[in-house]
């Protein structure tokens, strides 16, 4: 396994994003092997400001750059142009977030490339995509969201969880894998046009389902209840002033926790599993108060020991301080030390996957401006490393 090459071992990147969610996307091409070059301008990719800060480099810009290199080009001057198609025709994938048009007017758009190097897999990330009447609109994460119709099922200012950023990098890299599979075989590059609001749309068939079924001219009733109005599938506040998540869909652990709490008689036997993601009729009130009752009379980590005890799914909300410093995250691995030349000691969130020969076992530090330096040759490829 050692000596076992990684999947995009000798695959090299021209990382033209920014922000998020192309440097994630392109952070995960990192992790699977290749060599991935940040091509940022002069004074760096916009994100290298974003709050909090280690001590002059950004927390999430460090979390989203890690095993990257950096060249640093002025794309308005003929020079900067003059590398970046370099850097174009020797490269495997070329992964770019300006949203519409932005390419175009830098000179590094799909057609530009496409003359430069055929074989290249060419990734365009934006907010609504290439063509459809939202296209024009930058690609916030909330907007996105309000549009997909699935922020309106939380009463919400906004949400806590950028999902269609990270939903866009996870269907890049999916996009990506599979068109570079598809050059092996026939030596033919691709575009990829992959937006936002398509990614997370596509990930919304728990929340569109009733609005799907209405579409078919059905009624949409009742709907999956995943939204807080399942006594078993909710948080509940603790005795100390906490939160416990309760999910207690099936009737089998369902069962284990009436045993638990004193209360085998709302172990109903003619539940079926129609009421799994059900709001529980008339039920709802009994469950809600023996949950609520229980939850109340214990603080918060006591019952997060029962439960692990029991291998029940009631678990402790914690805060974002106490889910980076806990037993299970310790125990995964996920949170690695990593040694950054001017910050000294930082850290990454580490993928699960880190152990399965698919990934470097280790991330480098993300990159200072511009530091593949002046003298970066295009047509010089390095291996896997770290």
């Not at 940040?38 to 480099?57: F, M």
């Not at 057609?111 to 430069?116: G, I, N, T, V």
């Not at 949170?335 to 000691?345: D, Q, S």
């Amino acid at each position: 396994m050692a000596d076992r090459k990684l999947p995009l071992d000798g695959i090299r990147i021209a990382d033209f994003s920014r922000l998020l969610p192309g440097p994630w996307c392109t952070q995960m091409l990192a992790d699977l092997g290749a060599e991935v070059i940040k091509v940022e301008r002069p004074d760096g990719d916009p994100s290298r400001h974003n709050p909090p800060l280690y001590t002059t480099e950004s927390v999430y810009f460090c979390s989203v750059n890690g095993g990257k290199t950096s060249l640093a080009l002025d794309l308005s001057t003929p020079e900067g142009r003059s590398t970046a198609h370099a850097l174009i025709a020797d490269a495997d994938v070329l992964v770019e977030s300006y949203g519409r048009g932005g390419a175009e007017k830098l000179d590094v758009h799909w057609d530009r490339a496409r003359a430069l190097n055929p074989r290249l897999v060419y990734c365009s990330i934006t907010g609504f995509g290439q063509i459809g009447t939202l296209a024009p609109i930058a690609g916030h994460d909330l907007a996105i969201q309000a549009a997909t119709g699935l922020l309106s099922l939380a009463d919400t200012p906004a949400p806590a969880f950028q999902a269609a950023d990270y939903a866009a990098a996870t269907m890049a890299v999916i996009a990506i894998m599979g068109a570079l599979r598809n050059r092996d075989r026939d030596g033919q590059g691709a575009y990829l046009d992959v937006a936002m609001f398509d990614a997370l749309f596509g990930m919304g068939n728990i929340g569109l389902a009733s609005a799907l079924g209405r579409h078919a001219g059905g009624s949409g009733k009742p709907t999956m209840e995943v939204w807080g109005g399942n006594p078993r599938y909710r948080t509940y506040p603790t005795r100390d002033g906490k939160k416990v998540a309760v999910c207690l869909l099936e009737a089998k652990i369902w069962r284990k926790f009436c045993e638990l709490i004193g209360r085998p008689d709302l172990n109903f036997t003619d539940e079926g599993h129609e009421a799994r993601l059900s709001s529980h009729g008339e039920r709802a009130d009994l469950f809600r108060e023996a949950i609520s009752t229980y939850c109340l009379a214990h603080d918060r980590d006591e019952i997060g020991a029962v439960m692990t005890q029991l291998a029940l799914p009631v678990i402790p909300v914690l805060t974002p301080d106490e889910a980076v410093a806990s037993d299970h995250v310790r125990s995964r691995g996920l949170v690695e030390a990593v040694e950054h030349p001017t910050e000294g000691h930082t850290f990454t969130l580490r993928s699960g996957l880190m152990d399965s020969g698919v990934m470097r076992p280790r991330r480098a530090a993300a990159p200072l401006i511009g530091d593949s330096g002046e003298a970066f040759d295009p047509s010089v490829k390095t291996g896997t490393t770290g």
